[in-house]
Antibody, heavy 125, light 107 residues
Framework: QLQLQESGPGLVKPSETLSLTCTVS??????????WGWIRQPPGKGLEWIGS???????YYNPSLKSRVTISVDTSKNQFSLKLTSVTAADTAVYYCARQKRVVTAIPEYYFDYWGQGTLVTVSS | DIQMTQSPSSLSASVGDRVTITCRASQGISNSLAWYQQLPGKAPKLLLY???RLQSGVPSRFSGSGSGTDYTLTISSLQPEDFATYYCQHYYGAPWTFGQGTKVEIK
C-alpha cells in the first residue's frame, strides 16, 4: 500500500521560507503514470492546489502562488519537496502531499488518488 | 482558470436519506471531475473520478453523474460513516481547482 508522509517544521516566522518534504514509500516516485502534488487547507477552509511535479522535474504551479513556490524531486530518496517563500499568516494551513494520476490520452486524468496525512504549518512570530 | 462552485455549502440529513451534492464548473470540463470525502481531521479520500467512475474500494451507494458544466454526487442511502465534507475537483487542464466543499451533517 502506497504511503506518503509529510515532514518539516510546524512553525515558521513571517517573511521566512516554509520547507516541507514528502517521502513516498511502497511505490516508486519515478513512475511515468503519476505526478506528485502539494495541496493545502487553511483551518476551517477548503482545499487549494499548490503545485505538482513529474519525476523528470517538470512542474505545474498554481498561478496565485507561482511567484513564491518551488517544488523539487529527489528520485534517489523517493522524495519531493515544497518551498514557499515570504510566508504570512495567510499561509497557515495543513499541507498535504498527494499522488496525482497522470493519464495523457484523449480524456486526460489528473486526480489525486493517494494522500499523506497532512502536516499543520503555522506562520507566527 | 476554471472555477468550481458546489451547492449546497452544507446540509443536514438522516441515516438512510438520499443525498445529492452539485458541482458547477465555470466552463465545460468534459467529465474531468473527481469527488473526494474528507472526514474531520483526516486527509481527503478519492471517491469517484471521470465524473462517474467509482474508485476501488468505495461503496456502491456513492455515484456520480453529469456532463458539460454540471455534475452531481449522490449517496443513495446515507450511512453514519458518511457524515463528512465532500469536495469536487476538476482536472480539465491546470490549474486544477477544488470546489469550496459541502458539509453533510447529522439531522
Amino acid at each position: 500500500q502506497l504511503q506518503l508522509q509529510e515532514s518539516g517544521p510546524g512553525l515558521v516566522k513571517p517573511s521566512e521560507t516554509l520547507s516541507l518534504t514528502c517521502t513516498v514509500s511502497s511505490g516508486s516516485i519515478s513512475s511515468s503514470n503519476y505526478y506528485w502534488g502539494w495541496i493545502r487547507q487553511p483551518p476551517g477552509k477548503g482545499l487549494e492546489w499548490i503545485g505538482s511535479i513529474y519525476y523528470s522535474g517538470s512542474t505545474y504551479y498554481n498561478p496565485s502562488l507561482k511567484s513564491r513556490v518551488t517544488i523539487s524531486v529527489d528520485t534517489s530518496k523517493n522524495q519531493f519537496s515544497l518551498k514557499l517563500t515570504s510566508v504570512t499568516a495567510a499561509d497557515t494551513a495543513v499541507y498535504y502531499c498527494a499522488r496525482q494520476k497522470r493519464v495523457v490520452t484523449a480524456i486526460p486524468e489528473y486526480y489525486f488518488d493517494y494522500w499523506g496525512q497532512g502536516t499543520l504549518v503555522t506562520v507566527s512570530s | 482558470d476554471i472555477q468550481m462552485t458546489q451547492s449546497p455549502s452544507s446540509l443536514s440529513a438522516s441515516v438512510g436519506d438520499r443525498v445529492t451534492i452539485t458541482c458547477r464548473a465555470s466552463q465545460g470540463i468534459s467529465n474531468s471531475l473527481a469527488w473526494y470525502q474528507q472526514l474531520p481531521g483526516k486527509a481527503p479520500k478519492l471517491l469517484l473520478y471521470a465524473a462517474s467512475r467509482l474508485q476501488s474500494g468505495v461503496p456502491s451507494r456513492f455515484s456520480g453523474s453529469g456532463s458539460g458544466t454540471d455534475y452531481t454526487l449522490t449517496i443513495s442511502s446515507l450511512q453514519p460513516e458518511d457524515f463528512a465534507t465532500y469536495y469536487c475537483q476538476h482536472y480539465y487542464g491546470a490549474p486544477w481547482t477544488f470546489g469550496q466543499g459541502t458539509k453533510v451533517e447529522i439531522k
